[in-house]
């Protein structure tokens, strides 16, 4: 092969070898995580400024050479991760919508899981208090103790009549709650033996609930299993946080009431409550202490609603205006060095035009939080370097600079069209008269214009206006694609959230009928038995009660055939089927379905990959975000982790003891 088929080959590789890299470049950040991609950019650099020392150029071209190698890398980068980011949206939205029919049956079983634990916590409670008293009572012999029993059930009877009817009209929840609950529960208590001590003044309503409720189970428990013994009850305030002990000491008895107890609990009064405490961010524990048993709760006397994140995302949107940076940057300074057509430069000019092509380039990075400031830094840049001509401290023309790099114009006006604010719409038509005006003056100013140079910036400034008005009209269109897309998933929420509403309601009118059938009505017989003495009657209708309560519980925790729906709130649902807890930081709202989706899925991941005891964790909502913390799953599973947050622009990080937090940005508007 002579001299000239060396040339075509080696000019046929110059135009192939790029093309395959950027292709590769582009799927490996396509199909694998950021880090990996990223690597890959930085393996292609090393390997260009490698070869072209190694084919002997100056050094001077190497730097260019590798700037605008990373300047393609870094965009091939992040179109590859726009289009990775782009189809996880996509099917998240498709999931999202596919599990649309599946909500209202899942939002049907978790009203019965709601209602189970409310029947739990309120009439079985009551029944349970009435079995174990009328029980010793008779079996003593007691005319006092029995007269007492007896207006002990007719009390708490009424009240679970009224907690029943309550249920059965309505279904509403426990409503308002406060402390003094917990003085009252006390106070009716038919064991002697207990010790109560309250530091705590006062805890949010929805703190004090949970905080009765701890105390209304652990009292049961200690009336099923260690009757008779000592009980000590505290509510303590400690910074940040209210604390419920309960502990009990078995003693000796005087009746027993083993073979009275057996058959009354129904196995779900811990887990519930370690549900309900995780709920609201506490913590439960509950074991052997001594001869008997202890439970503590510690909850937040604060609802947390986390601020919003300030974190930069480098494998996100934030990242892909960053690589237009590097690519500006990259383009006027690798250029610069690689033109070999122009006057040498003068002393220090590289020192004046290096600062003011990062200047002009950098706004890049901002363009979607804040696309009129970057817009006017980018333009700042021309009047420096026309005024720096004119003082002869640089002979590049300004015309020729902003013809090069008007792209980056034409990008921030598309973001200011796309991501500015809406009451300053108007701004847009000044922002592209103002390209215009400067560039047609850049122009204007430059070595090849003659004659009249007002009449030519007129031109020339109306010239620039026309596709810095096509862009930024572009970018209006654009928002309002985005804006139509988001009504419609709006919309299709609110069709489905009335649907699932109707479903639920249903669902609750036929469970109530159910309870007024059987619990309501031994509730009431109860009372009259109560009141006319019948102690062994009232023991009859409370066992009963108890029986039937416990079948109504058995239907109200079936599972729906449906799987849980792939949301946050889907969340909570999961936990239960997988005999695990999800506690919940800030407020619980809505979030972009690919964010839904994912958090859904990572969630999944850990309670599916770690043993049943550690199957616990928390899900706090943000502003900008979903966070997503809980055990590290087996290796598998970690990678899917991984996988999901990559997909979604998010990352994962340690929390130490085994503990791993997954971080989902939402994207911006």
């Known amino acids: ?20 890299v950027t292709v590769a470049l582009y799927g490996l950040a396509l199909r694998r995580t950021a880090g990996v991609a990223a690597a890959g950019v930085l393996v292609v650099l090393a390997l ?25 890398a ?25 599990a649309a029919p599946d909500v209202p049956g899942v939002a049907a079983e978790a009203e019965r899981h709601r209602l189970a634990a409310e029947l739990h916590d309120t009439a079985a409670h009551r029944l349970t208090g009435i079995v174990v008293g009328a029980a010793s009572a008779l079996r003593l012999a007691d005319p006092a103790l029995v007269a007492e029993a007896a207006r002990y059930a007719a009390e708490t009877g009424r009240l679970a009549t009224r907690e029943l009817e309550r249920l059965t009209t309505s279904g509403a929840g426990a409503g308002s709650a406060d402390l003094a609950d917990v003085d009252a529960l006390v106070a009716t208590w038919p064991e002697p033996r207990l010790t109560y001590l309250r530091t705590a003044g006062s805890a949010p309503p929805e703190i004090a609930a949970v905080a009765c409720r701890v105390v209304r189970e652990a009292l049961t428990n200690a009336l099923r299993y260690a009757p008779g013994g000592d009980v000590r009850v505290g509510v303590d305030r400690e910074p940040g946080r209210l604390v419920v002990t309960i502990v009990d000491d078995p003693g000796e008895p005087a009746v027993d009431n083993a073979d009275v107890a057996r058959g009354l609990g129904g196995g779900y009064g811990l887990a519930g409550l370690r549900t309900a405490v995780a709920a609201c961010g506490g913590f439960l524990s509950a074991g052997p202490e001594g001869r008997g048993w202890a439970v503590r709760a510690d909850l937040p006397l604060a609802l947390d609603d986390c601020p919003a994140s300030t974190s930069y995302e480098w494998r996100g949107r934030q990242a892909s205006d960053a690589a237009l940076a590097i690519l500006a940057v990259a383009l006027s300074i690798g250029t610069s060095l690689l033109t070999t057509d122009t006057p ?82 108007r701004w847009g038509a000044l922002a592209t008269a103002a390209v215009g005006a400067v560039g047609g003056l850049a122009l204007a100013c430059g070595p090849g214009i003659v004659g009249n140079r007002a009449a030519a910036w007129a031109v020339l400034a109306l010239g620039v206006a026309v596709p810095s008005a096509a862009a930024w ?76 309560l416990r079948e109504s519980l058995g239907e109200l925790r079936s599972r729906s055939g449906d799987d849980p729906p792939p949301t946050i709130a889907g969340i909570a649902l999961l936990a239960v089927r997988h005999q695990g807890t999800v506690r919940y930081a800030g407020a619980r709202r809505e979030a972009s379905p690919s964010v839904e989706v994912a958090a859904f899925r990572v969630a999944e991941s850990m309670l599916r990959g770690c043993i049943r005891d550690e199957r616990e964790i928390t899900v706090t909502c943000r502003a900008d975000g979903v966070a997503v913390s809980g055990p590290s799953a087996a ?29 989902l940005p939402e994207v911006l508007p």
């Open 74 to 98: 870094a965009v091939t980068w992040a179109l590859g991760r726009a289009r990775r980011r782009g189809r996880a949206a996509r099917r998240a939205v498709a999931v999202f919508r596919a």
């Open 635 to 663: 290796t598998g599973g970690d990678r899917r982790v991984r996988a999901l947050a990559d997909a979604a622009g998010g990352s994962v990080s340690g929390a130490g003891d085994g503990m791993v937090r997954v971080w």
């Open 1 to 20: 092969m002579g001299w000239l088929g060396l040339l075509d080959v080696w000019g046929w590789l110059l135009w192939v070898v790029p093309l395959i």
């Open 344 to 425: 040498e430069s003068l002393p220090g000019e590289a020192a004046l035009l290096v600062p003011l092509f990062f200047a002009h380039a950098l706004p890049l990075g901002l363009r979607r939080r804040a696309p009129l400031f970057s817009l006017t830094a980018a333009l700042s840049v021309y009047p420096v370097l026309l005024a720096a001509g004119l003082a002869g401290w640089t002979r590049q023309p300004a015309g020729d600079v902003f013809l090069w790099c008007l792209w980056v114009e034409l990008a921030l006006l598309y973001a200011l069209g796309a991501y500015g604010p809406r009451e300053r719409r």
């Open 473 to 548: 009209a572009l970018g209006l269109t654009m928002r309002s694609r985005r804006a139509r897309r988001r009504a419609a998933v709006a919309r299709e929420r609110d069709l489905l959230g009335r649907e699932t509403a109707t479903v639920v309601l249903a669902e609750r009118n036929r469970l109530a009928a159910g309870l007024r059938r059987t619990a309501l009505r031994h509730a009431g017989a109860i009372v009259v038995a109560a009141d006319a003495g019948r102690l062994d009657t009232v023991l009859a209708e409370a066992r009963a009660g108890l029986a039937a």
């Open 48 to 72: 260009t400024a490698g070869t072209a020392g190694v084919l002997g150029e100056s050094p001077r071209s190497v730097t260019g050479v590798t700037l605008l190698v990373a300047g393609l």
